[in-house]
């Protein structure tokens, strides 16, 4: 048995049954983990989703923020934006299924030696701490998505404090868990920078290059920062490729830390 672990797919249907036939993938020997923001921006979300249903019982997934972006549609707390290739999933018959399945998705996902989360952690938060925020966050989504669709957006409070209370704290849990990207030197979170570790600006810090302030024994596996390809850096793996905006979809291999990557399929594309 082998555990793989995918990049962002966002809808790019083609492109991961092309990765899935390149790893050589046995769903009745083989786990599949998957980084979040499974749909949109892609042309294949419908499909996308209905796989994952198809082999619920063989993958794990967390959220990502296209993920989130989908219920907040769905639980008309959002209006879609017109880069969304969402309209198929939203008028599938199977709505209801699509909404029941992605909103049971956690955050945060650890086993004994990784954790999967979509784009990152805080230096101060030790794995066992980042699994309970990200099961309160989930808790409150799943009891009151309404409720939580319209107070997520924002980006404030943008500083980790213990004493943080009610939703400023689980939004700023959704953002960590679903945006980061860089970190300034207060370790506030910046929201802005998308580009290359190349153009960094110097005020700014790769969230995985803070050093945490407990030691981990987790590699940690994200996706979301597409500008970076899929890299190994000092705390585990970043797995989106940058698929969608053309160019391969990566997968790693947990065993041996070995990278598959192919190029995205132009019929995802748009």
């Given at each position: 048995m082998t555990t793989y672990v995918v990049g962002d797919i966002q809808g790019c249907f083609h492109s991961f049954q092309n990765l899935l036939d390149q790893l050589?993938?046995?769903?009745?020997?083989?786990?599949?983990?998957?980084v979040g923001d499974l749909i949109n921006r892609g042309l294949g979300s419908l499909e996308v989703l209905n796989w994952c249903l198809d082999h619920h019982s063989k993958i794990?997934?967390?959220l990502g923020n296209h993920d989130l972006h989908f219920l907040a549609i769905a639980f008309n707390q959002k209006k879609p934006l017109k880069s969304d290739t969402l309209e198929a999933l939203l008028n599938s018959k199977k709505l209801k299924r699509f909404i029941d399945w992605v909103i049971s998705l956690p955050l945060v996902h650890t086993n004994h030696d990784h954790a999967m989360v979509h784009a990152g952690l805080l230096p101060q938060w030790t794995v066992e701490l980042s699994q309970k925020l990200?099961?309160?966050?989930?808790?409150?989504l799943q009891q009151h998505?309404?409720?939580?669709?319209?107070?997520?957006?924002?980006?404030?409070?943008?500083?980790?404090?213990?004493?943080?209370?009610?939703?400023?704290?689980?939004?700023l849990v959704i953002n960590v868990m679903t945006r980061l990207r860089?970190?300034?030197?207060?370790?506030s979170i910046d929201y802005d920078y998308k580009?290359?570790?190349e153009s960094l600006p110097e005020k700014l810090t790769p969230w995985f290059d803070v050093k945490p302030e407990k030691d981990r024994h987790h590699q940690i596996l994200t996706g979301h920062w597409s500008a970076?390809?899929?890299?190994?850096?000092?705390?585990?793996?970043s797995l989106d490729s940058g698929c969608v905006w053309g160019h391969e979809l990566t997968a790693l291999n947990l065993d041996n830390d070995q990278l598959t990557s192919?190029?995205?399929?132009?019929?995802?594309?748009g």
């Open positions: 050589s993938f046995n769903p009745a020997r083989d786990d599949l983990w998957l794990t997934v967390v990200s099961d309160e966050v989930v808790s409150y998505p309404e409720d939580f669709f319209k107070k997520m957006y924002g980006n404030q409070p943008n500083l980790w404090s213990d004493q943080l209370k009610d939703f400023d704290k689980k939004r860089c970190l300034n030197q207060d370790l580009g290359t570790l970076l390809g899929a890299i190994k850096h000092n705390l585990g793996f192919v190029p995205a399929d132009r019929k995802d594309l």
